[in-house]
């Protein structure tokens, strides 16, 4: 069965200053996509950035990164440089190569202080 | 519109009301799913189509819960005799690939409220 844990229901941050978000996955499959969304309170998900299993290097988009640890299973993202409008609910989501579902974690509630 | 469409985005309905969510996809996106997602939790598979087939209904949670694609584009996610417990925001996700992994693209949901 696959899983996705986000261990950290609640996250604060300075403005302007780094922050990681956790995100840890379960499957046995080898062939794999690890996703990440934002929520604002709007509701609607916006992809951020994807890591496929077999990249060697980790996946950067902006200020956006994600540290792939697959010995792990982790697949954290980090947000440099935090904007106010930064502030929402961040999705770590895996799909496998088969592609008929993705796997949501519980998400994480960034809040970004001035 | 270029995105996902959602409609209603919000629908109160008393308990026992049956109800009809719409999605509109991306044009030409073969793949379309619903989701719903309870309020602080993550969205949850509910079911997937390729084109006008539904290929997976694992994730409806009774037999109230209907979904259908007839023609490939539109999708509707019928829910009979709600229940307050169905109260979440339902989300359309379409993606442009049948195989593969590739990036879903969301709607802003439907929120439902069942009194």
């Known amino acids: 069965a696959q899983k996705i844990t986000q261990t950290q229901p609640g996250m604060f941050v300075q403005e302007k200053e780094a922050v990681t978000l956790d995100c840890t996955y379960d499957?046995?499959?080898?062939?794999?996509?690890l996703f990440w969304y934002k929520q604002p309170s709007s509701g609607e998900m916006i992809f951020l950035i994807y890591q496929g299993s077999y990249d060697e290097q980790n996946a950067t988009e902006g200020r956006y990164s994600l540290n792939f640890q697959k010995a792990r299973k982790s697949a954290n993202l980090v947000i440099s440089a935090s904007q106010l409008g930064d502030s929402a609910m961040y999705f770590c989501?895996?799909?496998?190569?088969?592609?008929?579902?993705?796997?949501f974690g519980s998400g994480t509630k960034l809040n970004v202080k001035p | 519109g270029a995105g996902v469409s959602q409609s209603p985005r919000y629908k109160v309905a008393k308990r026992g009301q049956d109800v009809a969510l719409r999605c509109d996809p991306i044009?030409?996106?073969?793949?379309l799913f619903w989701y719903q997602q309870a309020l602080g939790q993550g969205p949850e598979f509910l079911t997937y189509f390729q084109n006008e087939a539904q290929l997976d209904k694992s994730g409806l949670p009774s037999d109230r819960f209907f979904a259908e694609r007839p023609e490939g584009s539109v999708s509707t996610l019928k829910i009979q005799r709600t229940q307050q417990e169905d109260s979440a925001v339902y989300l359309c996700a379409s993606s442009l690939r049948s195989s593969g992994i590739g990036e879903l693209f969301f709607g802003e949901g439907s929120r439902l409220t069942v009194l």
């Open positions: 044009s030409g996106h073969v793949s």
């Open positions: 499957t046995s499959d080898q062939s794999y996509g």
């Open positions: 989501a895996m799909s496998l190569y088969n592609f008929n579902k993705f796997y």
